[in-house]
T-cell receptor, first 115, second 113 residues
């Protein structure tokens, strides 16, 4: 079974600085998707960024980018120019490609942005 | 932007009672999901639903649980004879296709007394 590990329960960053959130996963599959979801205090989980495992190029979405290391099974999220609105729980998630549609989540990292 | 909506936001129920959690997925989405998050633990998959039937369920999703799409807009999760350990945040999600990202609702916090 696939597992997702987020080793940082909490992180903090100064406004306008850069922070990197870690995620590792375990799978025997070669084709899959990886996601980062953000859950602000308002509770709705919002998709931040998505990476297909077959793509070597790291996904980027404005100030958010990932460092996808397939061999190391690592999928970190970098937030540049951090803003107060980035404060939230961040969940890393895995989904197989084809077959099962379920998302497998990590435990989450709580990000605090200090003014 | 269209959203997945869930009601109620918080449900308090006596142990042994039945509870129905409601979700309105995004209108053109075809795949529907329920997840739960026990306080301090990971978000866990419960069930996926497509074409009016369950496509996958986890071992958590036992006979106590059922899902239904009673009309063209709602997607419900019913828990019969609730237990204390059912206390959790329950998230509904939907996606337009199985290969597309899932969009989540705000969640329903279920408290069993």
């Amino acid at each position: 079974a696939q597992t997702v590990t987020q080793s940082q329960p909490e992180m903090s960053v100064q406004e306008a600085e850069t922070v990197t959130l870690s995620c590792t996963y375990d799978t025997s599959e070669s084709d899959y998707y990886l996601f980062w979801y953000k859950q602000p205090p308002s509770r709705q989980m919002i998709l931040v960024i998505r990476q297909e495992a077959y793509k070597q190029q790291n996904a980027t979405e404005n100030r958010f980018s990932v460092n996808f290391q397939k061999a190391a099974k690592s999928f970190s999220l970098k937030i540049s120019d951090s803003q107060l609105g980035d404060a939230a729980m961040y969940f890393c998630a895995y989904r197989t490609q084809g077959g099962s549609e379920k998302l497998v989540f990590g435990k989450g990292t709580k990000l605090t942005v200090n003014p | 932007e269209p959203e997945v909506t869930q009601t109620p936001s918080h449900q308090v129920t006596q142990m042994g009672q039945e509870v129905i959690l409601r979700c309105v997925p995004i209108s053109n989405h075809l795949y529907f999901y329920w997840y739960r998050q026990i306080l301090g633990q990971k978000v866990e998959f419960l069930v996926s639903f497509y074409n009016n039937e369950i496509s996958e369920k986890s071992e958590i999703f036992d006979d106590q649980f059922s899902v239904e799409r009673p009309d063209g807009s709602n997607f419900t999760l019913k828990i019969r004879s609730t237990k204390l350990e059912d206390s959790a945040m329950y998230f509904c999600a939907s996606s337009p296709r199985d290969t597309q990202p899932q969009h989540f609702g705000d969640g329903t916090r279920l408290s069993i007394l």
